[in-house]
């Protein structure tokens, strides 16, 4: 972006105000910067924490993964995704707030005994 500036008392005094407002906002701007950077950094952590319970959890299921061909995926499915939004450091973030589930009936005796 280029600068137009003119060589006269009227525009000095607009490019001082202006260079005094980017001044006094500076400090707000890096403060913001951090407190983002802060809350990218803890959410980074936490998601490599819920992957790895995640992988403990599938590594627990492995012996039964034969099991899993059997079984009727139409039982649940994904019905509605709540989001909501969070300011942080005045920036607008959404968050997942509710996941509903749509659980169809099932029939123990038409069912597999497993």
Known sequence: ???????????????????????????????????????????KEEAAALEEKLQSQIGGYESMYALWGEF??????LKDVEMDVKKIAGVRVPILTNIRLEVKPFGLFSSPKW
């Open 1 to 43: 972006m280029a600068i137009k500036f003119q060589y006269n008392k009227t525009s000095l005094q607009q490019i001082e105000k202006n260079l005094k407002m980017r001044q006094r906002t500076l400090p707000i701007i890096k403060s913001k910067e951090t407190a983002l950077r802060l809350e990218v950094k803890k959410c």
């Open 72 to 77: 009727d995926t139409s039982l649940v499915a």
